[in-house]
């Protein structure tokens, strides 16, 4: 029988294939669009944030099996702390993973709104509640027309979009669209009720931290201002065109 660190670290390991395999479609069709002019109504927008029944299904189906598969010296990396009843945890509400590939990227002009840079994944982000708090992710994805769950992970970016939630809250009419970047390994959100321009960085995300917004007093981004979608995406360009040239897909 396999050490905890030695499961860990395999754990890990196919969390981050799986997450590669997610970019490597998007470095796909960047290399298709390089022969072939996209019209900007290719991509999908913002879609709904009603996960489907057969998705809700799945996410329940897998979630005490990837929870017991956590090695207990690894608990912390997953948000959890040693002795807490994981059996008592429960999904909360989830949201669709949208992204912004490097073609929607590269012909962003300026004035236009956020929603014309993003499609839509098939990635559904299940936060993890225990003891009121949303602590990691379980990711269901759709797989030859079958919802699974595939991931559990991004413990931080849970942390963090917990925050943005409660900040921007349904109950006050906002619903706020969670977007990644995969070749710049950013996690962005949008507010579209707060205008159609708005698209702002989530610090301590994981793999992010390159264009994520100054701390205030040290005690975090000030998730309350929003940002530009022109500004964040003149950031966001020489990361994505670097990180393209040198092959790093993470």
């Known amino acids: 029988m396999a050490k905890p660190q030695t499961q860990g670290r395999y754990w890990l390991k196919k969390t981050n294939d799986y997450m590669l395999k997610n970019i490597l479609a998007s470095m796909t069709l960047f290399l298709c669009a390089s022969f072939f002019i996209i019209p900007s109504d290719v991509f999908a927008g913002f879609s709904s944030q009603e996960a489907p029944e057969e998705a809700v299904q799945a996410a329940n189906k897998g979630l005490l099996p990837f929870l017991k598969k956590i090695p207990a010296a690894l608990l912390a990396d997953y948000g959890f702390k040693k002795d807490e009843p994981l059996e008592q945890a429960v999904l909360g509400v989830p949201f669709k993973l949208h992204t912004i590939t490097p073609v929607a ?146």
């Open 105 to 250: 990227l590269g012909s962003y002009t300026t004035g236009r709104p956020v929603e014309s840079l993003v499609s839509e994944t098939n990635l559904w982000y299940f936060p993890i509640m225990l003891a009121g708090e949303s602590r990691v992710f379980l990711i269901v994805d759709r797989m030859k027309n079958n919802w699974q769950a595939v991931s559990l992970g991004q413990a931080n970016l849970a942390k963090e979009i917990a925050g943005i939630r409660k900040l921007w809250p349904k109950s006050a009419g906002y619903n706020p669209r969670f977007i990644v970047v995969y070749q710049a390994s950013e996690y962005l959100f949008s507010v579209p009720e707060k205008g159609p321009d708005n698209l702002t960085p989530i610090a301590k995300a994981s793999g992010g931290g390159k264009i994520t917004p100054s701390a205030q007093g040290g005690a975090g981004p000030e998730y309350s201002t929003l940002n530009n979608v022109g500004s964040i995406t003149k950031k966001l360009k020489p990361v994505v065109e670097q990180n393209l040239k040198q092959g790093v897909h993470k």
